[in-house]
């Protein structure tokens, strides 16, 4: 959809036309993009937000930041950073830097994902190394915060369906079932 490659065959559409309309930046500048093995830069806190968006105001860096941490259940990531957002997350650059868990690298990169302000969001597993705790906070934030925003997200887990409008069941590349996930009584 925001053409890291073209398909070999077929067309994909958006909003009634080719992608292949839409120039590269104008496609790109729309979706919010999150993947499983995603990886964060050895860098400050703050520069790792500005690469996943430089568009965003200086003085509005530090609240878009506390937000998307809190919406991917991040927030005691910032409670480490004894310098603030200007902390390392590694410790690669600076002996003062901090290091992360496994989870919290992965609510890092998922708030990546939720600081850019677009209008469509993917998600490739975005709880696969939480906990079921932390998994289900992270489910119910984004049910919250993606209320009128596309969200497309991939899961193993058919827990994980239930914020979902529709779902579809994928199968060696064919859909193989495609409806609500909601029983309804006859």
Same mark, same amino acid.
């Given at each position: 959809?925001?053409?890291?490659?073209?398909?070999?065959?077929? !067309?994909?559409?958006?909003?009634?036309?080719?992608?292949?309309?839409?120039?590269?930046?104008? /496609?790109?500048?729309?979706?919010? %993009?999150?993947?499983?093995?995603?990886?964060?830069?050895?860098?400050?806190?703050?520069?790792?937000?500005?690469?996943?968006d430089d568009?965003? &105001?200086?003085?509005?860096?530090?609240?878009? !930041?506390?937000?998307?941490?809190?919406?991917?259940?991040?927030? #005691?990531?910032?409670?480490?950073?004894?310098?603030?957002?200007?902390?390392? @997350?590694?410790?690669?650059?600076?002996? #003062?830097? @901090? &290091?992360?868990?496994?989870?919290?690298?992965?609510? /890092?990169? /998922?708030?990546?994902?939720?600081?850019?302000?677009? !209008?469509?969001?993917?998600?490739d &597993?975005?709880s696969?190394?939480?906990?079921?705790?932390?998994?289900?906070? %992270?489910?119910?934030?984004?049910?919250?915060? $993606? *209320?009128?925003?596309? $969200?497309?997200? !991939?899961?193993?887990?058919?827990?994980?369906?239930?914020?979902? *409008?529709?779902?579809?069941?994928? &199968?060696?590349?064919?859909?193989?079932?495609?409806?609500?996930?909601?029983?309804?009584?006859?």
């Open positions: 959809m925001f053409r890291l490659y073209d398909p070999d065959e077929g !067309t994909v559409y958006i909003n009634g036309n080719d992608i292949k309309e839409y120039t590269l930046d104008s /496609l790109r500048a729309n979706f919010s %993009v999150y993947f499983q093995e995603m990886r964060n830069l050895s860098f400050s806190l703050k520069d790792n937000f500005l690469y996943a568009r965003i &105001e200086q003085s509005e860096i530090e609240g878009a !930041t506390r937000f998307a941490l809190e919406a991917a259940g991040g927030i #005691d990531i910032l409670g480490k950073c004894t310098d603030g957002l200007n902390t390392n @997350i590694t410790r690669f650059f600076s002996d #003062d830097g @901090i &290091e992360l868990s496994i989870g919290q690298h992965q609510k /890092l990169a /998922l708030a990546w994902a939720l600081y850019r302000r677009n !209008t469509a969001l993917i998600l &597993e975005p696969s190394n939480l906990d079921p705790k932390a998994e289900h906070e %992270v489910f119910e934030k984004l049910k919250e915060i $993606t *209320d009128g925003k596309m $969200t497309i997200f !991939t899961s193993h887990r058919l827990t994980n369906t239930y914020l979902a *409008d529709r779902i579809i069941v994928l &199968e060696k590349g064919k859909v193989i079932e495609d409806g609500t996930g909601r029983i309804t009584a006859k």
